[in-house]
């Protein structure tokens, strides 16, 4: 037998609901026996800060809206019991007509586990300030810069880019930066 790993897939679900779907699994782990085959449940959740009428507050944000992230070993039973949850519309990944869906890749987790906060898994990085840069993925993807300073705590590099002439300081994750091969 296929020896079964643990790895993150992308459950689909009523936009909205990601909470209520996130605690109705919490529930059934160990209702519907499952609890050794599903590990972390995650709504890609960020706290931001709106500014109305003059006043500032803080906001927390869903990401990805109609998405959870669960970890989990893909045994026909939790596959059963997480695709019948109330809330959940499917997997992402997944062909239908009974096909388990795709993992999703390791540094894509990574990347989104990083931002809100969950992970705890450094970023090896070939820079450092006052070294040029390429932007490799994200809005800025292609462009290149300059490391103006590092955050090794947080994984951000304030990189200086050119933006309408002007040099820009922006903050790209660690993940996101490579040396610019000059």
Request: aromatic share 8%.
């Amino acid at each position: 037998m296929e020896e079964a790993k643990k790895e993150w897939y992308v459950v689909n679900t009523y936009a909205g609901h990601e909470n209520r779907v996130k605690d109705n699994l919490e529930k059934r782990l160990d209702t519907m026996g499952i609890a050794d085959n599903l590990f972390q449940i995650v709504v890609a959740e960020e706290t931001q800060i709106e500014v109305k009428n003059d006043k500032s507050k803080e906001v927390v944000k869903n990401i990805f809206p109609g998405y959870l992230f669960v970890e989990m070993i893909m045994t026909d039973e939790a596959w059963y019991v997480v695709r019948n949850t109330p809330g959940v519309t499917g997997f992402i990944g997944s062909s239908g007509g009974g096909a388990k869906p795709f993992p999703v890749a390791k540094d894509e987790i990574e990347a989104i586990l990083r931002r809100i906060g969950k992970s705890d898994k450094k970023v090896e990085v070939e820079f450092k300030v006052g070294d040029n840069v390429k932007i490799v993925s994200g809005p800025f993807s292609g462009m290149e810069g300059v490391v103006d300073s590092m955050n090794d705590q947080t994984q951000v590099a304030t990189v200086l880019i050119i933006l309408f002439g002007r040099e820009t300081p922006t903050d790209i994750n660690y993940i996101d930066l490579k040396p610019a091969d000059f």
